[in-house]
């Protein structure tokens, strides 16, 4: 109990939480020190808004959009207060002001987080309306507010500049680790596959987050810290982390075939099975060793654990003989090179971590590290393009927008005396997708009315102002911790927060708390309302777009693993960059999966077609993986006629498919008739047999890394023309049954 209290004070999220507490305290304490409590408390508002829009980022970026957003919120509430007393200009401003805010999604992350922010700003300010000079007064706090918050996010930064890199490899680490044992798991004569394939397609959303994350942060902020060996050491291990997971995944071996060839002899089977585990066993302990900040002391020798299962495989070898042995040596010592190569890329982690690289050198290009970025540009075409019923955050803003303009008109003409709190719950439960909506709209209600029980159940034996601040305090930290972790427990949190405040500002805190839970509920009602009736957006609309990208991302993955087969050399950025993206899409079609499969039955069109579609995508991306792999690994001979036009053929099967999901795609290659199709394929065939066949046993003898180098390419070959035609036939099945 103590060591899961002690990881999550040492959490990301807790540190985040803890920020913005002292953010929002320390102006309230000081002010009422010297009786000017009402400055502190706007301070402290100020500090809030501000808040939500300090995501990860590079210090730059970081500064820029958190002084942006104190100026907008600060804005924004002064046009609200001047507004309000003219109610036929205040309405439709105050929808366009809505929209607007809710539009500038489309630029992404942080545009996501600064939209949030200014719409927060906008709802709360109807909590307190001034006139006259007191509008600016105000707005100059909430202001200030926003810039004591900056202030406050950078002695955090300054203090420990690594910490929050260092907790995000921990959580990469640990996903890592995950997904080894997942394809661990899949050697288990009875693993469950399909079930297997979805937790690792679930977990390669959050890995896709958390390298986002990185990568914002770690190499957006090169030019800073470029020339410290901290920095070059958190890079070699990112680096080395982005590639154990392409080897997992690239470890895309026919469990069947081994257990059938291999159950006679389980020991080779086990040997590698514990080789796998303790793959995972070590990450997650550096992890933990790296979280903790403690010498770190590998529990498991991997080095053991490879030579044992080196000395199955010549066991295997000598029982059987040479030649009756010689393809089960060759699929034995390929995944015996992805171990070696997922062990030394691990021992490279533990030496970062251990000082042992004391001058961690790499070499690197600023201009290629940014490809690996999101662009940060805001050109105005990419909000006009969006302003239209095709565009999911078009419907979302409008329908957040008429939502708010109702539940404004709803709360004027009934008697609620807090309808800022009714904005506030339509706000934060919204969201463009229906399955989250619904899902936050149960959870907020949930937590508003377990918090509210809570808290009046401990103010029924607490009358000390002091001992109920400590207490609104603690519970506005841990409501803040347990924002992006449970938002369940959030709201209960948050909800006594409310409470305990309350009790301290007003005798009759009773009744603001009964206000509170009917307002609360009322704009659950609306908001989960308005995303069902109200121009939805189905995610059924949007999962072709997602699958387009993830074929497209795969197939210019593939295209560069064929450029390096043909050219060799080293592996170029843009080759990294195209690795990236693969990962990142087939990511986001899950994800969209995940949408679809929350939504009324009624409206999970295709569902079953799309899952397929997903589990292809990962497969192919899988072998895509494991002959990138490969090739990087091992010395290769020239590129065949048969391998070119193969991967030509393959190439053309990705662009059909694009072609059926976008008619307005293009592809840059040359057709390829049905005839040069079967003539690629018959000539790998015959290579195949000519390589492999018993009377060229002489020459495998001589040669056998060539002969392992035949096989595992034409399996591969093989493999991906039957999912490329795979994802086609179903592309169009998907297709035909939308029109």
């Known amino acids: ?27 309230v304490v000081a002010f009422t020190f010297f009786g000017q409590f009402e400055i502190g408390f706007t301070i402290a508002m ?74 927060l700003s906008i709802c709360l300010a109807f909590a307190h309306l001034h006139t006259g000079w007191k509008m600016v007064e105000y707005s ?38 995950k997904y080894l044992k997942l394809r661990a798991d899949l050697w288990k004569k ?44 958190l890079l070699i291990v990112f680096i080395n982390l982005v590639e154990i997971l392409e080897l997992g995944l690239a470890t895309a071996f026919d469990h069947k075939t081994l257990h059938e060839k291999f159950d006679v002899q389980p020991q080779i089977i086990k040997s590698y099975a514990t080789l796998a585990t303790n793959l995972k066993k070590t990450l997650k302990q550096l992890s933990k060793n790296i979280e903790n900040k403690t010498h770190y002391r590998s529990k498991h020798s991997l080095d ?14 000598k029982v059987l003989g040479s030649e009756k042995a010689k393809e089960g040596v060759i699929m034995l010592t390929t995944m015996l090179h992805y171990a070696e190569s997922q062990v030394e890329k691990i021992k490279t982690i533990e030496r970062a971590f251990n000082l042992k690289i004391k001058e961690a050198y790499l070499e690197v290009n600023q201009k290629d590290l940014k490809k690996f970025l999101i662009p940060q540009y805001y050109p105005f075409s990419t909000f006009s393009n969006n302003l239209s019923f095709s565009s999911t955050l078009f419907r979302h803003s409008l329908r957040l927008s008429v939502a708010l303009l109702f539940g404004f008109i709803l709360a004027t003409f009934l008697p609620f005396q807090n ?98 839970i009917i307002d609360t509920l009322l704009g659950a009602v609306i908001a989960y309302t308005f995303n069902h009736y109200f121009w939805p ?38 080759y990294k960059v195209a690795r990236k993206n693969a990962f990142v899409e087939i990511g986001n079609l899950m994800a969209s999966f995940q949408r679809m499969s929350q939504e009324p039955k009624s409206k999970q069109l295709k569902i079953t077609q799309v899952y397929k579609l997903t589990v292809l995508n990962h497969t192919l991306l899988s072998s895509i993986a ?25 190439l053309q099967n990705l662009d059909e498919t694009l072609i059926i999901l976008n008619p307005k795609y293009i592809s840059n290659a040359l057709p390829i008739s049905h005839v040069e199709k079967a003539k690629g394929y018959s000539d790998l065939m015959k290579i195949k047999v000519k390589e492999l066949t018993t009377k060229n046993a002489t020459a495998i003898s001589e040669n056998p890394s060539q002969i392992q180098e035949i096989q595992i390419i034409i399996e591969q070959l093989v493999w991906l023309i039957n999912l490329s035609e795979n994802i086609l036939k179903n592309t169009k099945i998907l297709m035909e049954k939308t029109t």
């Open 46 to 119: 100020g500090a809030f808004f501000t808040y939500p829009s300090d995501i990860p980022s590079s210090l730059n970026h970081k500064i820029k959009g958190l002084l942006v957003t104190a100026l907008l919120i600060a804005i924004v509430n002064l046009l609200v207060n001047i507004l309000h007393p003219f109610g036929v200009v205040f309405y439709p401003i105050f929808g366009v002001l809505i929209f607007l805010f809710s539009m500038i999604s489309v630029y992404g992350q942080r545009a996501t987080a600064v939209s949030f922010s200014c719409l």
């Open 140 to 177: 100059g706090l909430i202001f200030i507010g926003g810039i004591f918050y900056l202030f406050v996010s950078l002695l955090f930064h300054f203090i420990n500049p690594f910490r929050f890199i260092e907790l995000q490899l921990v959580t990469c680490i640990d996903l890592t680790a």
């Open 537 to 574: 957006s189905w995610e059924f609309l949007n999962t072709p777009k997602h699958i387009e990208k993830a074929v497209m991302a795969n197939r210019n993955y593939l295209n560069e693993i064929a450029l390096l087969y043909n050219k060799k050399g080293t592996v170029s950025t843009v």
């Open 626 to 650: 494991s002959m990138g792999a490969y090739i990087q690994s091992h010395k290769t001979t020239a590129a065949s006629n048969a391998f070119n036009s193969v991967m030509a053929t393959v």
């Open 419 to 516: 309808i800022f709190w009714i904005f506030l719950t339509i706000i934060v439960i919204m969201r463009p997708g229906y399955g989250l909506t619904k899902e936050r709209s149960y959870q907020r209600t949930f937590g508003t009315v377990l918090g509210g029980i809570i808290a009046f159940g401990c103010l029924y034996f607490i009358d000390n102002t002091v001992l109920k601040s400590i207490m609104a305090i603690l519970c506005i930290l841990l409501g803040m911790s347990f924002t992006q972790i449970s938002y369940k427990t959030s709201a209960t949190f948050v909800t006594m927060y409310v409470v305990f405040l309350y009790s301290i500002l007003t005798p009759n805190s009773a009744n603001v708390i009964e206000l509170r």
């Open 1 to 27: 109990m103590i060591e899961k209290i002690i990881h999550f004070t040492q959490s990301s999220h807790f540190t985040n939480a803890l920020k913005v507490t002292l953010a929002t305290v320390i102006p």
């Open 304 to 317: 053991t654990d490879l030579r044992n299962f080196e000395d199955t495989i010549l066991d295997y070898e």
């Open 190 to 233: 009875d693993a469950d596959r399909e079930n297997i394939i979805q937790k690792q397609l679930l977990l390669q959303v959050e890995i896709n987050t958390t390298h986002e994350n990185i990568r914002s942060v770690l190499i957006g902020n090169q030019s800073l810290y470029s020339d410290t060996a901290q920095n070059r050491k």
